[in-house]
């Protein structure tokens, strides 16, 4: 029977991270690479796919999906070498979770719907958790805490405050309407201010991610997706910046900013006349 093309090419990946980690004729740079070292690449790389996936570029996601993969694969391999874990424990580990998690479809319960599967996932990592708690003698008096704790330390900050004012709302915690949220923000936003003021860094620090916090709770409360509004507006930035790059032949040195400004408009205008078509 031929061989499946998809495991060849895994296991050929496989091959060349080994050998890029191989002591005597390896690449330097890898071999000095830890699980620490590599937080960044990890974030970068994920943070890649999100961008290819909002752009809907396959030949791009393609790519950064690879070099996604490929970050698995140089963990899975550094574990390995030191006798902890390898790429086929990965795997395993991530089957049973998922036949675990998934009864309506391994194990004959019934899931009618969406909301159905949603409340049963979360039932069954509740028992997980209380599980592993159990066997570790770490009976916890804050059960949704230490959930979220654990659910958000893998997420960027803005997607885990969301992750936490949801669970936090749906427990109770919450305004009564959304311009308690509003008074929220302003509160935030005058605490901002002075600390800013009073010159004390790390705590202009905590205010500014209080404020960003409450926006958060905002855009839960209108439906919206914080990391959709930035990522878009990152994008809008650019595309403005370099019509004002392009009209000063990309020296924006010596500029005063009424010049900046009054290009940033014509950025603005032009880039609206070009979505309104003819």
């Known amino acids: 029977m031929p061989a499946d093309p998809t495991l060849s090419a895994l296991a050929e990946l496989i091959a060349v991270v080994a050998r890029l980690r191989d002591p005597a004729s390896g690449c330097p740079w890898d ?39 490929l970050q698995v694969v140089l963990h899975a391999q550094i574990a390995s070498e030191a006798g902890r874990f390898d790429l086929g424990a990965i795997a395993r580990g991530i089957s049973a979770k998922l036949i675990r998690r998934h009864p309506h479809v391994f194990a004959g319960a019934v899931a009618a719907d969406t909301a159905a599967v949603r409340a049963s996932w979360e ?6 958790a209380s599980a592993r708690a159990a066997a570790h003698a770490s009976a916890t008096a804050s059960p949704l ?26 427990a109770g915690f919450e305004w009564d309407d959304l311009g308690g949220v509003w008074e929220k923000v302003q509160e935030e936003l005058g605490e901002l201010q002075e600390a800013v003021a009073s010159g004390d860094r790390a705590h202009a620090q905590e205010e500014l991610g209080d404020v960003l916090f409450t926006l958060v709770n905002v855009a839960r409360w209108c439906a919206l997706d914080p990391e959709a509004g930035l990522a878009g507006t990152n994008q809008r930035f650019l595309d403005r ?29 032009a880039i609206r006349a070009e979505a309104a078509g003819p």
């Open 145 to 170: 805490s230490d959930r979220l704790a654990s659910k958000v330390r893998g997420q960027p900050a803005l997607a885990g405050a969301m992750t936490i004012s949801k669970k936090a709302a749906s």
């Open 31 to 69: 071999l000095e690479q830890t699980h620490t070292s590599l937080v960044p690449y990890v974030l970068e790389e994920a943070h890649e796919v999100a961008d290819a996936i909002r752009h809907g570029d396959d030949a791009h996601l393609s790519e950064e999906l690879g070099d996604l993969l």
């Open 241 to 269: 910046f370099s019509r004002v790059e392009a009209a000063l032949g990309g020296d924006l040195g010596g500029r005063n900013i009424a010049e900046l400004e009054d290009l940033w408009r014509q950025a603005k205008a």
């Open 123 to 128: 039932a069954i990592k509740a028992e997980e």
